[in-house]
């Protein structure tokens, strides 16, 4: 029987692995999908980090997580995260590409180590999860590829051209990755976050320009909280999008109305 209403956004019998999985968006993110029902698998180059933020998101929906060590740059490591969630949880359903970094600042004054960092861990990282997981998706002829983009894939401002590069990169891969995965009943979709008070951006949170050029942009004239991005990511891996792949949704206050 097709599923209807509210049984639509229902994730029990899932399993999902977000990278990045232990703080700010990515926590966040973990924390919703948990509560709906999903095994969640978080990871962060941290293994302490990540194995109390598993028994923590555990703890509160009783759900089966792990914790793991990973740095999605090392395509061993990657293949090892994956390897290890199919083992101790039977699948992967669900893939939330979250980890990110940011390095700001004019073009001149950027080295160019910090625009291979940054693209190292925004797009390759995301590239080489994909990667690992689709083979198991194929499979299961079911999947979901989450890959968290930006407004600033988008729209652009000053001094970020490696994280606007970055995210750029990512949105557009996430329209290949829609197209080469649909005949095997895998979806791939992007959220793009608008100004969010992650701990990344909490070193700019009250300069003046940081609250005109980015708070200020937005209609809603605030941060979004954490909680927020919820919606969207359980939206993105449920049945209610079944019909959706290769799309860009945009939570971001209306920032990219204007």
């Not at 926590?27 to 978080?42: K, P, Q, T």
């Not at 557009?172 to 990344?200: D, K, S, W």
Request: proline letters at 3%.
């Amino acid at each position: 029987m097709t599923k209807q209403g509210m049984d639509l956004f229902c994730l029990k019998n899932r399993v999902a692995l977000i990278t990045g999985g232990t703080k700010g968006l990515g926590r966040s993110i973990a924390e919703g999908l948990a509560a709906a029902g999903a095994d969640v698998v978080v990871c962060s180059r941290s293994s302490d980090e990540a194995a109390r933020v598993a028994a923590q998101i555990a703890q509160s929906s009783g759900r089966r997580t792990l914790g793991l060590r990973c740095d999605v740059t090392s395509e061993g490591q990657v293949k090892e995260l994956v390897d290890r969630t199919v083992r101790d949880l039977g699948k992967i359903d669900i893939l939330v590409n979250n980890a990110g970094i940011n390095v700001r600042g004019p073009i001149e004054d950027l080295k160019l180590e910090d625009f291979h960092k940054v693209l190292e861990t925004n797009v390759t990282g995301p590239w080489l999860c994909a990667r690992a997981v689709v083979p198991h998706m194929k499979r299961a002829k079911y999947g979901r590829i989450i890959n968290v983009s930006s407004t600033l894939g988008s729209i652009a401002l000053p001094n970020r051209t490696p994280y606007a590069s970055s995210k750029g990169a990512v949105s557009q891969m996430t329209r290949v990755l829609a197209l080469e995965l649909a005949p095997y009943g895998v979806t791939a979709n992007a959220i793009c976050p608008g100004p969010f008070l992650t701990e990344m951006n909490a070193s700019i949170a009250q300069q003046p320009k940081t609250l005109q050029d980015l708070v200020g942009a937005t209609a809603l004239g605030r941060w979004g909280e954490l909680h927020e991005i919820q919606g969207s990511a359980i939206f993105l891996a449920s049945e209610a999008s079944s019909y959706i792949t290769g799309s860009l949704l945009f939570v971001d206050g209306g920032w990219t109305a204007r």
